[in-house]
C-alpha cells in the first residue's frame, strides 16, 4: 500500500485523508493550526461533517492517520503529496496562491525522486505549470499531477464513495495511471467504509467515470463545473423574481422545465442564493482569470450579482410585509451555515440576511443545528444567537427559514406558529407548501411563489 501526505486539513484535506487512511493507507495529515491537529489526534473534525468524525476516530485508532505539523515528518516518507490548501481570494476576486505556492516549495525539499505532487485544491489554470518550475528551480523533477475534487459539503464521504467523475489532469501518463490506482484502492473499500461512518450507499449508483486529461484542462474542469452549478441557481433565482410578478409559481415551472433531460433539476431551485467556500471563490475566480487573459465572462458576471442581490430580495420583501419598517420588528432566523448538512457559513446567504435585518434596526433571534458557534463571528453584534429553534421563534413577528435543515423542515407550520407573536413566515428556500403554512394562520412569502 502507499504512503500519502495530505497538505491542509480543510473541508478537503480532512476529507480525503481520512478516506485513504481508511482505505488501508498510512496517511499523514499536515496542518499548521495546533487546535485543528488537536482536535484529529482525538478523533474529531473541527467542521461539522455527517459521517466524519467516526471514520477520523477509527483511523487514528488504528495508526493509519497521523496528524503532524512537520512535512520533514511527513513528505519524505510519502509516494504521493496531495496538496489541499486554502485558496482564499484577492479583493480583485482573483485567487490567492500564496498558500498553494508556499506547500509546493516546502515539499520540493523533502520529496522522494519517485513521489507524484498531487494538486487537489481548486487552482486557476497555469497554477501547475509555474509550480513545475518552482520543482525545477529547486533541482526537483517529480511528477505533477491535477486531481480536482467534486465533494459536497454535507454530502463528502457520499460524493468522494461514489463519485460522478475522477479527473486526473498532467504531462506523465504513468503518474496518472498511480494516482487512479489509489483512488480504486478506495472504491474498493467503500463498502466497509460506508458502514463505519454511518452511511447508506446512493440508490443510485452513478457511473464513475475515470477521466484523464491534459493539465490545463484538468485546472479547468473543477471551476467550469461550479461556475456552471452557480449559474443555474442564478438562472432560477432571476425567473424566480420574474414569476413574483406574474403569479407564476416557480416550483412548477422548474420542475418541468427540469424534466428535459437536456436540463435537469440539480441546482435548478429558486432561494436566497448560493453561498459557501466554493460557489463564490471560484466564480470570481473564473471571471478573473478571464480577465486576465483578455475574456470577459460576461454571463458569470451576471450570475454573480444576481446572487449578491438575493439576501436583499428577502429582507425587502419581508420588510414590506411588516408595514414598510423593520425597526423594533422581531425576527428569527431558522438556519445560518451556507447549506444545511455543514457547520460552514463562510459567505452564508443566511448570515447576510441576518445583518441586514440587524442593521435595519430589527430584533433579531437565529439558531442553527450545528452552525452557532462559527457564526458567531459572522455575525452583527445585535443578533442573538439561541440554543434551539423555538427560543429563536419565541414571540417573533416573523421568521425566516434561511437554510434547510430537515430540523425545520420536518416540523408541521403549526409548530413555528404556536411559537410566535406574529403572522409572517418567509420561507427563504422554497421547501414548504403555500396552503400548509396559510392553514395555520400564517402568511407564506417565498420565492417566485404565489400564496393560495
Known amino acids: ?90 479583493p480583485d ?42 520543482f525545477a528551480e529547486a533541482g526537483v523533477h517529480n511528477a505533477y499531477v491535477s486531481n480536482p475534487e467534486f465533494l459536497r459539503e454535507g454530502t463528502a464521504l457520499l460524493d468522494s464513495l461514489w463519485f460522478d467523475r475522477i479527473v486526473v489532469g498532467g504531462n506523465d501518463a504513468a503518474a496518472l495511471e498511480r494516482v487512479v490506482d489509489v483512488h480504486h484502492i478506495v472504491e474498493k473499500a467503500r463498502g466497509a467504509i460506508a458502514q463505519a461512518a454511518g452511511i447508506n450507499p446512493p440508490t443510485t449508483l452513478p457511473a464513475g467515470s475515470y477521466i484523464s486529461t491534459s493539465l490545463e484542462s484538468a ?63 471560484d466564480v470570481s475566480g473564473l471571471i478573473a482569470a478571464g480577465l ?18 438575493m439576501p436583499g ?4 420583501k419581508l420588510q414590506n410585509a411588516l408595514g414598510g419598517t423593520l425597526g423594533g420588528k422581531r425576527v428569527a432566523v431558522l438556519g445560518l451555515a451556507f447549506k444545511a448538512g455543514t457547520s460552514d457559513c463562510r459567505r452564508s446567504p443566511a448570515i447576510t440576511i441576518a445583518n441586514m435585518l440587524a442593521a435595519r434596526g430589527a430584533h433579531v433571534s437565529a439558531y442553527d443545528p450545528q452552525a452557532n458557534d462559527e457564526a458567531r463571528g459572522l455575525l452583527h453584534a445585535n443578533v442573538q444567537v439561541q440554543k434551539q429553534y423555538d427560543d429563536a421563534l419565541t414571540d417573533a413577528d416573523a421568521a425566516i427559514i434561511a437554510t434547510d435543515w430537515p430540523a425545520f423542515t420536518s416540523q408541521a407550520p403549526a409548530e413555528f406558529a404556536k411559537h410566535m407573536a ?13 396552503a400548509s403554512v396559510q392553514a395555520v394562520g400564517l402568511q407564506y412569502i417565498g420565492i417566485g411563489r404565489k400564496a393560495a
Do not use: W
Request: with cysteine; proline share 4%.
Open 1 to 90: 500500500m502507499p504512503t500519502i501526505t495530505v497538505l491542509g486539513t480543510g473541508y478537503v484535506g480532512l476529507t480525503t485523508a481520512a478516506l485513504f487512511s481508511a482505505a488501508g493507507m498510512h496517511t499523514y495529515v499536515v496542518d499548521p493550526n495546533d487546535s485543528r491537529l488537536a482536535s484529529v489526534r482525538q478523533g474529531k473534525s473541527f467542521f461539522y461533517e455527517v459521517g466524519l468524525d467516526p471514520v477520523i476516530a477509527q483511523a487514528v485508532q488504528t495508526g493509519m492517520l497521523i496528524p503532524t505539523n512537520s512535512y520533514r515528518e511527513s513528505v519524505p516518507h510519502s509516494d504521493f503529496i496531495i496538496s489541499a490548501v486554502g485558496t482564499p481570494d484577492n
Open 93 to 134: 476576486g482573483s485567487s490567492n496562491l500564496q498558500y498553494v505556492y508556499a506547500a509546493a516549495r516546502e515539499a520540493a525539499a523533502h520529496m522522494q525522486p519517485h513521489a507524484i505532487y498531487v494538486q487537489k485544491s481548486t487552482v486557476p489554470v497555469g497554477t501547475g505549470n509555474h509550480i513545475a518550475k518552482l
Open 219 to 281: 485546472e479547468m474542469i473543477k471551476v467550469v463545473s461550479n461556475a456552471f452549478l452557480a449559474l443555474k441557481i442564478s438562472f432560477a433565482n432571476s425567473v424566480g423574481i420574474l414569476a413574483d410578478t406574474t403569479g407564476a409559481d416557480i416550483t412548477q415551472v422548474l420542475a418541468a422545465v427540469g424534466a428535459d433531460r437536456r436540463i435537469g433539476t440539480a441546482f435548478l431551485q429558486a432561494g436566497r442564493g448560493y453561498g459557501g467556500g466554493c460557489f463564490p471563490k
Open 292 to 309: 486576465h487573459q483578455g475574456v470577459q465572462l460576461t454571463i458569470m458576471e451576471a450570475a454573480q450579482e444576481v446572487n449578491e442581490a
Open 313 to 316: 430580495y428577502v429582507v425587502a
Open 422 to 434: 406574529g403572522t409572517v413566515f418567509v420561507d427563504a428556500m422554497n421547501c414548504f407548501e403555500p
